[in-house]
C-alpha cells in the first residue's frame, strides 16, 4: 500500500484554481518533498491530505484512508505542522504535550517517548518561553508525534531556523524516515530538498511540474555537475508566460 496517493486533485476558491489537477503518490517510509514558489497550492494541498478541506474534484488517499469519506480513520494515522502553529509558552514542553495528549485523547504516558524521540528529554520542565524556535519547532513535532502518526505533514518545518538549527532538525526528520514514518514536507530550501529528500514535485499554480528525486531532477537538466536543485527550481517554475 501507498502511503499517499493523489489523483487528479482540484481545488477551488471562489472561482480560483488554487490546486489544478495534480496526481502523484508516496511510498511509505519516503521523504516526499512538495516545492513550490508562494501561492503555488502547497498548505491547500496539506490541508485536503489531512482532511480539514474538501477538495472540489478528484480523490486522496493517506494511509488507505479516503480523505473526504474517512477521515475518522485518517485522524490517527496522520500528524501535521503547519506554519504559524503555537504552543502554550507558560507551559513546559512537557505540560504542553501532556494537554495535548488529553485533549487529543491519547495515553499521557506517550508524552516521555515523543520528548525523547525530538531530543527535548533533558529540558522537558523548563517553560518554552525561553526556548529557541528549533526547540519550538521540535517541540510541535513531537506533539504531532504524540499518536504514533504513520504519515507526517511538515509545512515549512525549518522556516527562519539558523543553520545549525535547520541541520539538527533535518537529521531528526531523517531519522524518522528511518523509523519507518513516511514524510510529506514543503520547504523553500532547495538545497534542504535536495538533501533531504527520497523524491520531490515541483508544483507551480497548481500544478505539478516536475516529479522526480532531486538527483534526477538536475540530471534531466543537463550534464553540468554544477546545476542545483534551484537552478531547475528557477526555470520551472515562476514564468507567467509558461
Ligand atoms: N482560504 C482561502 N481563501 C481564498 N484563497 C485562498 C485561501 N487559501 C489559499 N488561497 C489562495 O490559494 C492559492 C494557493 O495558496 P496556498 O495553498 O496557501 O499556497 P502555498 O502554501 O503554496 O503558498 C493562493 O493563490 C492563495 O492566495
Ligand atoms: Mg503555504
Redesign the pocket.
Known sequence: MKAIEVSNLT?D??G?R??DGISFSVDQGEIFGFL????????????ILTGQLRPTSGWACVAGCNVVTEREALKPQIGVVFEHQNIYESLSSRDNLVFAARLYGVDTRAVDGALEQVGLSDRSREKTQKFSNGMKQRLLIARALLHRPKVLFL?EPTRGLDPHVARELRGFIAGLADQGVTVFL?THYMEEADRLCDRVAI?DC?RIVAINSPESLKGNHGQDQTITLEDVFVELTGNIFQ
Open positions: 481545488r476558491y471562489n480560483l488554487a490546486v513550490g514558489p508562494n501561492g503555488a497550492g502547497k498548505t491547500t494541498t496539506i490541508k509545512d514543503t508544483i497548481g
